[in-house]
Structure formats: structure tokens, C-alpha cells
T-cell receptor, first 115, second 114 residues
Framework: GAGVSQTPSNKVTEKGKYVELRCDPISGHTALYWYRQSLGQGPEFLIYFQGTGAADDSGLPNDRFFAVRPEGSVSTLKIQPAEQGDSAVYVC?????????????FGQGTRLTVV | DQQVKQNSPSLSVQEGRISILNCDYTNSMFDYFLWYKKYPAEGPTFLISISSIKDKNEDGRFTVFLNKSAKHLSLHIVPSQPGDSAVYFCAASSSRAGSYQLTFGKGTKLSVIP
């Protein structure tokens, strides 16, 4: 596609449920990042994929969060079980390569609300 | 511990005037800096960047200045237009960190008044 696509754009779920958020990066981009943005904050790093592997997952807050990118393109961020404190906008970004001096392109985000 | 700080949550500027958005950072390993613009319900959009070997980068109405000794950068928008009204995020990364992840400030909401 032309840009980074994220689905769904909004997700409301109950505490304790399983949540899956999808990111479709720009075609050919090998680097993919997940960020989380809470109200009044900038995006906070969660995890970085270079190809299929999670090269840096140091931003994942705990083991309820997990992400995969099995074929090196689409990525799924999973939260199980969801808690109310997980409510935020989850933003995905891709870069052509995992290099420092290149811009990252962001999706529109998935607004997750856990009730 | 905020490594990238944008101390002004909001800024109002008259149309046609200069907008100056400021950003400070604490991590001396950062060597690439970016500004992103964000409209409501959209993801951040890349605006302009600067590497640490430069002290200035211009792109049309947008100029970013970097003062490495002060660990400070600023974004100048001249002249400001109503369509510039958005939240602006400063971000930084390090070529020495394997993931080259971007570390963001909290953002500054710019309002350009017609």
C-alpha cells in the first residue's frame, strides 16, 4: 500500500480479554516499530523488528504484551489479558531499513480502550 | 526519565509570524533528530530532520537548528499558516543503538491564529 496501515482504527474490549492489533507496513520496508501513545505524551517505544525477528523488545511493559512478524511484512501486537491501564493509541511505524538516518513512516494508530 | 523534553505544551502564533518550537535532550548518544507533525486521529507525519554533523537544515518554510553543546534544537516555521496548527513532536535517535528507535518528546500544540 501507499502508507502504513493499521487495523482496527478503534478497539473497545473488556478487561481480561485478548487483543490483537495489526500493522501493515510500507511494502519493502524491513524495519518495523510499535509505539504506544498515552494522552498528553509522545509515542513510547515498545518493540522493533528487523525482518521477521524482534531485534529489540526492551520497551514491552510486561509479558502480557507480545508481537510477531512471521513473514517480515505484517505485524501483530497481542495483549493478553488486557488491563484498563493498557488503554492508549498504539502506533506502528516502518522504515526502509533499520538505519539511523532515515525517516520513519507512521500509521494512523489503533485507539484501544479497555473497560 | 525524559530523554527528550518539549517544555512548552502549547504555543499560539499569529498567521504570518514566526513559530519557534523548542526541544531539549539529555542523551549525548543521540545523533539524529526529527520533527513530526500530528493532526488529530492521524499518525505523526515526518516534517524535517537534522544529523548531528550539521547545525541547520532548511526545507521551505521549515528550518531546524541544532545546538549540540546545549543539547537543544528548535524548529522555526516562517511564515506560519493556519494549516500548520497541529501537535509537533521532537524525536531523537542514536546510530549507536541497534534498533535506532525514535525517542519522542511530549509534543507542543501549535495554534496559528488567522
Amino acid at each position: 500500500g501507499a502508507g502504513v496501515s493499521q487495523t482496527p482504527s478503534n478497539k473497545v474490549t473488556e478487561k481480561g480479554k485478548y487483543v490483537e492489533l495489526r500493522c501493515d507496513p510500507i511494502s519493502g520496508h524491513t524495519a518495523l516499530y510499535w509505539y504506544r501513545q498515552s494522552l498528553g505524551q509522545g509515542p513510547e517505544f515498545l518493540i522493533y523488528f528487523q525482518g521477521t525477528g524482534a531485534a529489540d523488545d526492551s520497551g514491552l511493559p510486561n509479558d502480557r504484551f507480545f508481537a510477531v512478524r512471521p513473514e517480515g511484512s505484517v505485524s501483530t501486537l497481542k495483549i493478553q489479558p488486557a488491563e484498563q491501564g493498557d488503554s492508549a493509541v498504539y502506533v506502528c511505524a516502518s522504515r526502509l531499513r533499520g538505519e539511523a538516518y532515515t525517516e520513519a513512516f507512521f500509521g494512523q494508530g489503533t485507539r484501544l480502550t479497555v473497560v | 526519565d525524559q530523554q527528550v523534553k518539549q517544555n512548552s505544551p502549547s504555543l499560539s502564533v499569529q498567521e504570518g509570524r514566526i513559530s519557534i518550537l523548542n526541544c531539549d535532550y539529555t542523551n549525548s548518544m543521540f545523533d539524529y533528530f526529527l520533527w513530526y507533525k500530528k493532526y488529530p486521529a492521524e499518525g505523526p507525519t515526518f516534517l524535517i530532520s537534522i544529523s548531528s554533523i550539521k547545525d541547520k537544515n532548511e526545507d521551505g518554510r521549515f528550518t531546524v537548528f541544532l545546538n549540540k553543546s546545549a543539547k537543544h534544537l528548535s524548529l522555526h516555521i516562517v511564515p506560519s499558516q493556519p494549516g500548520d496548527s497541529a501537535v509537533y513532536f521532537c524525536a531523537a535517535s542514536s546510530s549507536r543503538a541497534g534498533s535506532y528507535q525514535l525517542t519522542f518528546g511530549k509534543g507542543t500544540k501549535l495554534s496559528v491564529i488567522p
